[in-house]
């Protein structure tokens, strides 16, 4: 059974919201190029989670907000725990064993007009930052055009 307004209880569906006269249909933007973590770039349009904006003219800037700690990985202490039994206190030495563990987030704003988008990504090894800010440059690079 279909009812006339959607709703089995009768009530009346809301309008469709309106246009606005600087929105653009999802359809009408093309394919998209580059995805930086939320951040959609077409070849007209730079969408994101609260507005699309237009791509030409847009600034953007990448903040990092990351360190990297020292730390010494499960597997060190696993064996460093059952090596002992075997070899005494030796296998503690096994626990000096320290690896690089990246922490923290890449910022990445894009401002278009009065508009502005910031993504925050976090980074789980030292390449997602170089590879942020290669799509970035990327990006300016269209911008620019």
Known sequence: MTFPSGDPWGAPTPPPEPETPGSVAPAATGPVIVEISEIQVTSTLVLT??????LAGSRWQVTDHWITQRRTPTW????????????????????????????????VTVTSGQHQYVARIPVHHDGDVTAINQQVNYVRSLAAL
Do not use: H
């Open 49 to 54: 989670p609260v507005g699309d904006l237009p």
């Open 76 to 107: 060190a202490k696993v064996a460093a725990f059952v090596g002992i039994c075997l070899t005494g206190g030796l296998s503690l030495l096994i626990l000096l064993y320290k690896e690089p563990v990246p922490q923290g987030t890449v910022n």
